[in-house]
């Protein structure tokens, strides 16, 4: 399906800044020059969609994916569910969310983690989903515990799931990261800290959601995700010179 | 006062961070089997009609060293210049693929069908050109960049010719290499920096 109008132009300071010493990993990979500013061609509004046929019935359950429903995994049963919005509210259907974590104790299944809390033989840390026709999303999961990593001398990451999204253009592409309500590891946080509007870094932040627990079964937390919008087009296609 | 503007601000990015393959290479990650195959390892299928092309490269950090966590998403458009799900696009042409930086050599490998030529919204025509997506930790927000071809006519490209500094209009250009491959380093930051977009 393409969509004919351009992307509105992203707002760089609802992101964090590309250099930041306080996540050292940065200080060497972005760039130092500014980037090339240019409205949207069809190379920006187009992208990839995938369809429901790809989707496993237990890709969004977390807690019994790696099992394929043999055992649960270990941990705090949660539900982390939202809708993805653009920057004009409007829901964006069908796309894919993928997202990863680490266990209830902070390890990854990754082979380049070292970190000597166990593994879970019943957790590996992967799902995807399309939102629905609402934009509407949702995962099953374990709450993944805090973990350590070398930056300073002492540095532990809040607990995070990380996200990527698709839209419905390659210029909406977006990863990101959800945190908790309460986790007193945010403000300690020096890649949270790359995001300089305080705003901005609370909409990382996902609230305790009661009304979608389910009682004597699992937690909820909310967490919408807004995509960059379609600009309007009541004056395009000027001749060239006007 | 006034009244409020209704628009929402876009969530802010993240890092990728070192585990990023977990969740979109969850075969690299060592997870293999939990789908029954990673997400986009190709964007062509056999049936794909033009010229096929291998385009290798690195992406190089601001000393020099080639990541080896970087994970790379390509888009492109048909033979034809026709993006999929347009009307008349290549069937055999799904346009998206996502690979790595070797877990060794840092080195990328994208085999593709080379797309044809696309038009802006005002008529002007793009050069053939592949959009870059690139993330990985330390990169806080991804870096869109584009892969053009040495071996294609590229002084009319409208986007090209927006970049002030002509010795940086090489850094989007391809290598052709013969057979059908090239080259395309990425350095993030320093000498020979790569032009990113913000498009």
Same mark, same amino acid.
């Given at each position: 399906?393409?969509?004919?109008?351009?992307?509105?132009?992203?707002?760089?300071?609802?992101?964090?800044?590309?250099?930041?010493?306080?996540?050292?990993?940065?200080?060497?990979?972005?760039?130092?020059?500014?980037?090339?500013?240019?409205?949207?061609?069809?190379?920006?509004?187009?992208?990839?969609?995938?369809?429901?046929?790809?989707?496993?019935?237990?890709?969004?359950?977390?807690?019994?994916?790696?099992?394929?429903?043999?055992?649960?995994?270990?941990?705090?049963?949660?539900?982390?569910?939202?809708?993805?919005?653009?920057?004009?509210?409007?829901?964006?259907?069908?796309?894919?969310?993928?997202?990863?974590?680490?266990?209830?104790?902070?390890?990854?299944?990754?082979?380049?983690?070292?970190?000597?809390?166990?593994?879970?033989?019943?957790?590996?840390?992967?799902?995807?989903?399309?939102?629905?026709?609402?934009?509407?999303?949702?995962?099953?999961?374990?709450?993944?515990?805090?973990?350590?990593?070398?930056?300073?001398?002492?540095?532990?990451?809040?607990?995070?799931?990380?996200?990527?999204?698709?839209?419905?253009?390659?210029?909406?592409?977006?990863?990101?990261?959800?945190?908790?309500?309460?986790?007193?590891?945010?403000?300690?946080?020096?890649?949270?800290?790359?995001?300089?509007?305080?705003?901005?870094?609370?909409?990382?932040?996902?609230?305790?959601?009661?009304?979608?627990?389910?009682?004597?079964?699992?937690?909820?937390?909310?967490?919408?995700?807004?995509?960059?919008?379609?600009?309007?087009?009541?004056?395009?296609?000027?001749?060239?010179?006007? | 006062?006034?009244?409020?503007?209704?628009?929402?601000?876009?969530?802010?990015?993240?890092? @990728?961070? %070192?585990? !990023?393959?977990?969740? =979109?290479?969850? /075969?690299?990650?060592?997870?293999? $089997?939990? &789908?029954?195959?990673?997400?986009?390892?190709?964007?062509?299928?056999?049936?794909?009609?033009?010229?096929?092309?291998?385009?290798?490269?690195?992406?190089?950090?601001?000393?020099?060293?080639?990541?080896?966590?970087?994970?790379?998403?390509?888009?492109?458009?048909?033979?034809?210049?026709?993006?999929?799900?347009?009307?008349? @696009?290549? %069937?055999? !042409?799904?346009?998206? =693929?996502?690979? /790595?930086?070797?877990?060794?050599? $840092?080195? &990328?490998?994208?085999?593709?069908?080379?797309?044809?030529?696309?038009?802006?919204?005002?008529?002007?025509?793009?050069?053939?050109?592949?959009?870059?997506?690139?993330?990985?930790?330390?990169?806080?927000?991804?870096?869109?960049?584009?892969?053009?071809?040495?071996?294609?006519?590229?002084?009319?490209?409208?986007?090209?010719?927006?970049?002030?500094?002509?010795?940086?209009?090489?850094?989007?250009?391809?290598?052709?290499?013969?057979?059908?491959?090239?080259?395309?380093?990425?350095?993030?930051?320093?000498?020979?920096?790569?032009?990113?977009?913000?498009?």
């Amino acid at each position: 399906m393409y969509e004919a109008s351009p992307l509105i132009p992203r707002n760089r300071a609802a992101h964090p800044v590309p250099y930041d010493p306080g996540y050292k990993t940065s200080v060497t990979r972005s760039p130092n020059l500014p980037l090339l500013s240019l409205d949207s061609t069809p190379s920006e509004e187009t992208g990839p969609r995938f369809g429901h046929n790809m989707i496993g019935a237990l890709d969004n359950n977390l807690i019994l994916n790696w099992t394929k429903g043999e055992a649960p995994a270990v941990g705090e049963r949660i539900l982390v569910h939202g809708r993805v919005l653009d920057e004009n509210g409007r829901a964006v259907p069908n796309t894919l969310i993928e997202a990863w974590q680490a266990n209830a104790g902070g390890r990854y299944r990754h082979v380049k983690d070292s970190y000597f809390a166990p593994l879970d033989p019943n957790f590996g840390g992967c799902g995807r989903t399309l939102s629905d026709d609402e934009g509407y999303y949702q995962f099953l999961t374990i709450k993944p515990g805090a973990y350590p990593w070398p930056n300073r001398g002492n540095e532990w990451r809040p607990a995070h799931i990380h996200i990527s999204v698709f839209g419905h253009a390659f210029g909406q592409r977006l990863i990101s990261q959800i945190y908790f309500e309460g986790d007193p590891l945010i403000d300690r946080c020096p890649i949270a800290a790359t995001v300089k509007d305080r705003g901005q870094l609370d909409q990382l932040v996902a609230p305790l959601d009661m009304a979608m627990a389910k009682p004597m079964d699992f937690l909820a937390y909310k967490f919408d995700i807004v995509l960059r919008g379609r600009r309007q087009t009541f004056f395009e296609n000027r001749p060239e010179g006007m | 006062m006034v009244q409020k503007l209704t628009t929402l601000m876009e969530t802010p990015s993240q890092t @990728a961070g %070192p585990y !990023v393959h977990i969740g =979109c290479v969850p /075969t690299f990650a060592g997870l293999g $089997g939990i &789908y029954p195959e990673d997400l986009a390892l190709s964007p062509i299928t056999d049936a794909a009609k033009g010229e096929i092309v291998t385009i290798k490269g690195s992406v190089y950090d601001g000393t020099g060293w080639a990541l080896r966590d970087a994970l790379l998403e390509s888009w492109q458009a048909d033979a034809r210049g026709i993006y999929p799900g347009q009307p008349g @696009a290549d %069937p055999g !042409v799904t346009g998206f =693929c996502r690979f /790595t930086a070797d877990k060794d050599s $840092g080195e &990328y490998t994208l085999r593709t069908v080379k797309p044809g030529t696309v038009k802006t919204r005002d008529g002007k025509v793009m050069a053939p050109h592949i959009s870059l997506w690139i993330v990985a930790r330390g990169i806080n927000i991804g870096l869109s960049t584009r892969i053009y071809f040495g071996d294609e006519d590229n002084d009319a490209d409208p986007i090209l010719a927006r970049i002030e500094q002509r010795p940086r209009v090489d850094t989007l250009i391809a290598k052709p290499e013969g057979d059908g491959t090239y080259r395309f380093d990425i350095r993030l930051q320093g000498e020979g920096e790569t032009v990113f977009l913000d498009m």
